[in-house]
């Protein structure tokens, strides 16, 4: 099993969504995050006076797959989250060691 | 018969001032809101406090001594209620006026319609002073500000008082009809004093002359503040009439209303179409300032310009309260509402407007009226801030500054949920 973790443009997230459940994931949690990658802050003003957005908006995807299921995820996650403009985001894979659901006790790929 | 007609337009007169008070009362609502949209989340709930507490404190020192001292009016408001007589004088006064003459009302709907504008100078004080001001050092200044230092520049002006047996600003010529100068400038002049004694906030300024924004926390409700300031202007500015009872007095009051919201017009489409050209983007709280710049603009003669005139009285005060805002960083005078800049730069231009509508006024009376006001408030002021200064302490410490005003004065976060007590 592999959990997938995804840096998105909060815009981008119902495409995502719909491009996982059409490749039959079953469920992914997302939380809203701040942060910067290479497309850093930008600068706004105030009353006249600069300020700069350090920490971007962004939403971040936590999806539990089977092995079998990773290269589709990310090639799902990949092409829907895609803009081609600086600050789309970034995928993570690492590995998991386990997942149970809680209501029926079943467990690795059964659970997810 | 006539007699009738009298305590009619008497119960009028009255009614209406009472509306109109009702209306100015509510602009510290006005203030409440707008403070609280401009300071950040960790300083919400002081700044509620300081508002509500302001306008209690600014009622009960104008009902002891404030009114007396500015008109008057009794210490205690003692013999307001009247006697027996009330009602026989107050006809006898109305026989002497004549139907379109001058207002006759109740003592008491005057003093309620007065002490209003005590609590509305006393507002602009807190805006400026925001984020790191001691709340009790406040509240001392407000005893002295609400129960002297106004109604004494009060007296000079709407009382007919001489200035310290020197000269006497009516006679000269000094016109300001609902207060640019006598209400809104000194309530900035008090507050420029204080934000010179206390500084700026930590952060505001850098080493080498950067300015650093601290944004405001809730701009629905620095906008909601302003339509309600927008809105109880019409009593400020309208009730100044002081009378509705006769078709003259009447035009007059739909005059005042309509060349108001012609100024505050004025002054959003200004401040907006300014904060554009300089900035690059629509800047709100710029744009919400200057509404309220056409109102302080307008406020010291909403009865003798033209709509269209007004509307360009307005527009300059828009015009100058971006420019003022942005001088005031570059002076480092923190100032996180732009207090100082709407009412009191504002307040000046208000009052020089005057003369070109209104030919009982001049320039030269204009000027003398806005110094004597301006010398008066800012010194004394800076007298009360040094001695509560000495006495007191007026800014809190560094740590409860960051950690914000709401905790260490009132131990209660506005937003619990979701306060963020590191920024």
């Known amino acids: 099993m592999k959990l997938v973790t ?5 815009f981008k997230l119902d495409d995502v969504r719909e491009a996982l459940s059409d490749i039959g994931v079953q469920g992914i949690t997302v939380t809203e995050v701040k942060g910067f990658g290479r497309q850093k802050g930008h600068t706004e003003l105030y009353r006249g006076a600069e300020y700069v957005v350090d920490f971007l908006p962004k939403v971040k995807l936590d999806v539990a797959v089977d092995s079998e299921l990773l290269e589709q995820v990310i090639e799902a996650i990949s092409k829907s989250a895609n803009t081609g403009k600086i600050g789309d985001g970034k995928i993570f894979v690492s590995s998991l060691e386990q997942a149970i659901r809680i209501r029926t006790g079943e467990t690795g790929s059964e659970a997810l | 018969m006539e007699s009738n007609v009298f305590q009619l337009q008497y119960a009028m007169d009255t009614f209406y001032f009472l509306v109109c008070g009702a209306l100015v009362m509510w602009m510290a609502a006005g203030f409440a809101m707008l403070e609280a949209g401009m300071v950040r989340a960790k300083n919400t709930t002081e700044i509620l406090t300081k508002n509500i507490a302001l306008f209690a404190i600014a009622s009960i020192m104008y009902l002891i001594c404030g009114y007396q001292l500015m008109y008057g009016g009794g210490w205690f408001l003692s013999g307001i209620a009247g006697g ?7 006809l006898a006064s109305s026989a002497e006026e004549g139907f379109e003459g001058g ?54 002006t709407w009382g007919g008082g001489d200035v310290f047996g020197l000269y006497n600003l009516g006679e000269i010529g000094f016109v300001d009809f609902a207060g640019s100068g006598i209400v809104h400038m000194a309530g900035a002049a008090a507050a420029l004093a204080g ?36 809105m109880g202007w019409f009593g400020f500015n309208g009730g100044s009439v002081l009378k509705l009872g006769d078709m003259a007095s009447a035009n007059a009051v739909a005059m005042v209303f ?31 300032n200057g509404a309220l710049a056409g109102l302080v603009a307008i406020t010291a003669g909403p009865d003798t310009p033209t709509p269209l005139m007004a509307s360009i009285i307005g527009a300059v005060g828009g015009v100058i309260v971006v420019f003022s805002i942005i001088g005031l960083d570059k002076l480092r005078i923190d100032d996180p509402v732009g207090a100082i800049s709407v009412h009191g730069v504002v307040g000046i231009w208000g009052l020089l407007a005057v003369p070109l509508t209104n030919g009982d006024a001049s320039f030269g009376a204009q000027i003398a009226g806005a110094i004597t006001i301006f010398v008066w408030v800012f010194s004394m002021s800076l007298i009360v801030w040094f001695a509560l200064k000495v006495i ?30 590191t920024k």
């Open chain 2, 195 to 230: 934000v010179l004694v206390l500084g700026a906030r930590k952060g505001k300024y850098g080493p080498n002359g950067e300015v650093h924004p601290i944004t405001g926390a809730n701009m629905p409700l620095a906008t909601l503040g302003t339509f309600i300031l927008w």
């Open chain 2, 258 to 288: 309509l060349n108001t919201n012609a100024a505050a017009a004025g002054g959003v489409v200004a401040a907006l179409v300014t904060a554009r050209l300089l900035f690059g983007k629509a800047d709100l709280t710029m744009t919400l």
């Open chain 2, 84 to 90: 027996e007589s009330l009602v026989a004088d107050a």
């Open chain 1, 6 to 10: 995804a840096i998105i443009k909060p």
């Open chain 2, 103 to 156: 207002a006759v009302y109740s003592k008491a709907s005057d003093f309620f319609f007065q002490v209003v504008f005590v609590a509305t100078a006393m507002s602009i004080v807190s805006g400026a002073v925001a984020e790191r001001m001691k709340l009790w050092a406040f509240l001392a200044f407000a005893v002295v500000m609400t129960g002297l230092i106004y109604p004494m520049s009060g007296n000079w």
């Open chain 2, 392 to 421: 007191m302490g007026i800014r809190v410490s560094e740590e409860d500054e960051y950690n914000g005003v709401d905790i260490s004065e009132c131990g209660l976060e506005a937003y619990p949920e979701f306060t963020n007590s």
